[in-house]
């Protein structure tokens, strides 16, 4: 059975940091894709950042890109979600995502075969 572990959300004041991350069991991703989505109370669930597992490429949305930093750690069947400079529409429910092979768009909810259970990220003004 696989699944797709979260931790490291919280409370931070803007500006400030977290590591999200996000232990995967019961298979590995080596061919796929690993993905982070947000959803905030009222809004739909948004792309945030992807990595292709083999060859470590990585993918943002917009409003992050420069800020987060997507990376993933062979060994430990893990992938991190390094969020910086924190501001309050950050504030969202973030949710690992898990495909098992490369097919359609990365940025797409349904190309994702498994989802974590999510992680609460408030950021305080």
């Known amino acids: 059975q696989v699944q797709l572990i979260e931790s490291g959300g919280g409370l931070v004041q803007a500006g400030g940091s977290l590591r999200l991350s996000c232990a995967a069991s019961g298979r590995t991703f080596s061919s796929g894709v690993m993905g982070w989505f947000r959803q905030a109370p009222g809004t739909e669930r948004d792309f945030v950042a992807a990595?292709?597992?083999?060859?470590?490429?990585?993918y943002y949305a917009d409003s992050v890109k420069g800020r987060f930093t997507i990376s993933r750690d062979n060994a430990k069947n893990t992938v991190y979600l390094q969020m910086n400079s924190l501001k309050p529409e950050d504030t969202a429910v973030y949710y690992c995502?898990?495909?098992?092979?490369?097919?359609?768009?990365?940025?797409?909810?349904?190309?994702?075969?498994?989802w974590g259970q999510g992680t609460q990220v408030t950021v305080s003004s």
């Open positions: 990595i292709i597992w083999s060859g470590g490429n990585t």
């Open positions: 995502a898990a495909a098992s092979r490369f097919k359609g768009s990365l940025r797409a909810r349904n190309m994702y075969d498994y």
